[in-house]
């Protein structure tokens, strides 16, 4: 279910209805009976294996101590390879392209998933996420909503920008990358999960922005097409306090019980965000492309 191909993209077609609906399908969808059962289906199997993900990456999920910590235990246990060392260092225009395909599938509905918790939250920690909403929103500012500024990216690399354009030509893993937080956004009992998945993207993001942006300085494009990037590089140097000390601890010492579930979402982008990565590494090594049925991309 996790990194199959049907199951991602039925998932992340049922959760496009509670976003921003499809071309000639009704609105009335959404509340569907019949599809929420589906979904239900999908979801149980997404979890129960997040769950086993999650437990594997670093022991049981069981007593938090300090969730701070925690969360900065989740990141120092993390392995794999690098992807955006790669694609700084050695990675090609096409490389880049087909990684922007990837992350157009979340980073062009940026902020989004996030947003289902503000009403969830009250006091301290939901400030603390309306401060970080606010930035990825671009202070009211279409222009610099970060979702759009991704746009500007994917159109500077001569792709598509409009949501859901690459949907054919993605592998299940992609799509888990986004159904993960959709998922915990989506059920309030998963709070402390999504609130654990934004601090855990907060506090690694900084580095890798870097570097994407360094890559693409490589590769010859010009400032527009790094923008995305380099505001990350500044917004997330400052996110990464506020979501773990102002967010996750704030929420935390509201409601203890939490704790768990917060490392449990951090747990589980870790692993799903650390496979899709591989799975285009390890494609771009064996002179592949890492899209579904596509011929080799240039090395």
């Known amino acids: 279910m996790l990194y199959g191909e049907d199951g991602p993209l039925a998932l992340y077609c049922l959760y496009g209805l509670h976003y921003r609906g499809f071309a ?11 599809l929420l059962a589906v979904r239900r289906r999908l979801e149980t199997a997404l979890l ?28 120092a246990c993390a392995g794999g390879r690098s ?31 996030h947003t289902w918790a503000i009403p969830r939250l009250t006091g301290a920690p939901k ?9 990825e929103y671009g202070y009211g500012v279409e222009r610099d909503m970060h979702q759009n500024l991704f746009a ?6 001569e792709l598509d920008a409009r949501p859901g354009s690459y949907l054919d030509r993605l592998p299940g893993h992609a799509f888990a990358t986004v159904n993960v937080p959709s998922l ?6 998963l709070r402390g999960a999504l609130v654990g998945h934004l601090a855990l993207f907060e506090m690694t993001s900084v580095e890798p922005m870097g ?39 704030t929420l935390v010492a509201q409601d203890p019980v939490l704790a768990a579930d917060v490392v449990f979402g951090a747990l589980a982008t870790t692993a799903v965000e650390g496979h899709c990565a591989e799975a285009i590494l390890t494609a771009w090594d064996e002179g592949l492309s890492s899209l579904s049925g596509q011929p080799p991309a240039p090395r």
Not at 152 to 157: F, G, K, P, S, Y
Not at 184 to 189: A, M, N, S, V
């Open 24 to 34: 000639e399908v009704d609105d009335d969808w959404e509340w569907e009976p019949s």
């Open 48 to 75: 129960a294996r997040l769950r086993e993900e999650a437990g594997g990456a670093v022991g049981d999920v069981g007593d938090v101590g300090d969730v701070g910590d925690a969360l900065r235990e989740v990141i």
């Open 83 to 113: 992807l955006p060392r790669r694609l700084a260092t050695t990675g090609t225009l096409d490389q880049f392209r087909e990684y922007a395909m990837h992350r157009s599938l979340l980073q062009l509905i940026e902020a989004d998933p």
């Open 127 to 135: 400030a603390a996420l309306v401060e970080i909403q606010a930035d």
């Open 152 to 157: 500007v990216t994917l159109r500077a690399l």
């Open 184 to 189: 915990f956004g989506l059920h309030r009992r």
């Open 211 to 249: 570097a994407y942006a360094a890559a693409l300085r490589r590769l010859g494009l010009a400032a527009g097409a790094r923008h995305f990037f380099e505001v990350h590089v500044v917004a997330d140097a400052h996110h990464r306090t506020v979501a773990v000390r102002d967010l996750a601890e």
